[in-house]
């Protein structure tokens, strides 16, 4: 007998199962994992894991985009998601059905016995199964936070990828890069490819890699890339690929997230072969939601899920490059355990005004008195407060706004998708 029949009455569950949001450490998961596919280790399809700060999610759409014009069944595994749950779970691009989830909840939930799973350990063993039972080619697999204990690590990956490393979630991962850098590290393997796109890659990483005897592929080192203007090349060791197209996604970091992708796709070429003419297919076609992601209108709107100093750095840099005569309207919210001070200093120079958008179904969101203490501290009068969501603060940002001026929504996942659902931009 079924314990739930809708998705979201499983998810609902799964939120109160396990008594932390987030709790590292594969112990448990493993254990169901074994229960679950005890077979997995001869039936694991290819995969390649992304790690890093910033960049994942770009990097497993490129694969994906890749993969699927070379015609090969792609699963992709990623999170959070924007609007919908099912987003986390891809194949050939498309999120799966509901049915397909619950049945996999079903299983892993007959499969943990008394074992307590948290709501992210549910969703990797349901993307682990889905992917196994719908025999995809290739399996892209996002870690959620660190590497070493992440639950993406029960599966020994045949490619990693690091991303972009940089401060974030201190109370998990530590303080410093080093410390993270340490943590992302722990998806490496034996004999294994690990590609690098970080250009100054944490000490930490480095000797990790060595000590391990991985594989280690870097950008700058191993792989590089030069832009021409509207195209550019990708260089390996022994091969060039000439006249790409510039990726679909916006921002110059994007060469190195692409870059990655491409790499990995030549590591794996033997087995799954990719072609020069489906990678610039997947250049063109690529698509991911809350990235600079521009939305055209009378008042053009940018999303942007940036929610650190590094990825916010990135924005500035885009915005200076593309919006550099514009007035900018900000709507802005955050988690309180985020480096506020920071992002806000940064983005100071670039914004015309500030409208604070609460997020008050969120425990984790920074309240309207911290918000205002932190503007106050970081010398912003240019604020607009007393919204009670997302819709107010928007609409009052509208009306300041005039021909030629940009909105920018950005700061946190959740605001974006608040934002994605409000303005019924799909995903």
């Not at 001869?42 to 993969?67: C, D, H, M, R, W």
């Not at 491409?262 to 990235?291: E, H």
Request: glycine letters at 6%; one cysteine or more.
């Amino acid at each position: 007998m079924n314990r739930f029949h809708s998705l979201q009455d499983w998810l609902t569950w799964q939120e109160s199962l396990h008594p932390l949001p987030i709790d590292l450490g594969l112990e448990r998961v493993k254990r169901v994992f074994e229960r679950l596919l005890p077979n997995y280790k001869t039936q694991k399809p290819p995969t390649i894991t992304v790690a890093g700060t910033n960049g994942k999610g770009s990097t497993v759409a490129y694969l994906q985009e890749f993969y699927f014009a070379a015609g090969h069944k792609v699963g992709a595994y990623t999170s959070p998601h924007i609007l919908r749950y099912n987003e986390r779970i891809k194949i050939n691009g498309k999120s799966v059905s509901d049915e397909l989830i619950c049945a996999a909840f079903e299983e892993i939930d007959k499969a943990r016995g008394d074992i307590s799973l948290s709501y992210f350990e549910f969703s990797t063993l349901a993307a682990l199964l889905i992917f196994l039972q719908e025999s995809v080619a290739i399996q892209i697999l996002e870690v959620g936070l660190g590497g070493r204990l992440d639950a993406v690590n029960i599966v020994d990956t045949d490619i990693a990828i690091v991303t972009s490393i940089a401060i974030d979630h201190i109370e998990y991962l530590g303080k410093t890069r080093d410390a993270i850098g340490l943590e992302k590290a722990g998806v490496f393997r034996a004999n294994t490819p690990a590609i690098i796109s970080d250009l100054r890659p944490p000490v930490s990483l480095l000797n990790y890699a060595y000590e391990k005897n991985v594989l280690l592929l870097q950008l700058g080192k191993t792989f590089f890339y030069e832009k021409h203007g509207e195209t550019w090349t990708w260089q390996g060791l022994s091969q060039s690929i000439l006249d790409l197209p510039n990726p679909a996604l916006k921002g110059n970091h994007q060469f190195r997230n692409a870059s990655a992708a491409i790499f990995a796709t030549q590591c794996l070429a033997n087995d799954l072969p990719v072609s020069d003419t489906s990678l610039k297919m997947g250049l063109k076609n690529v698509k991911l939601s809350g990235r600079f992601q521009l939305v055209d209108g009378e008042i053009p709107v940018l999303l942007d899920v940036g929610h650190n100093p590094q990825a916010v750095q990135t924005l500035v840099d885009y915005l200076s490059e593309n919006f550099a005569n514009h007035r900018i309207h900000a709507i802005f919210s955050m988690m309180k355990d985020k480096d506020i001070s920071g992002v806000l200093e940064l983005m100071k120079p670039v914004v015309s005004d500030w409208f604070f958008a609460p997020l008050p179904q969120n425990p984790r969101a920074v309240s309207e008195e911290k918000m205002r203490e932190l503007f106050l501290q970081c010398d912003i009068s240019n604020t607009n407060f007393g919204f009670s969501n997302f819709a107010q603060a928007f609409l009052a940002a509208k009306n300041n706004a005039k021909s030629g001026d940009l909105i920018l929504v950005f700061g946190s996942f959740f605001l974006v998708s608040d934002c994605c659902a409000n303005l019924k931009i799909g995903e």
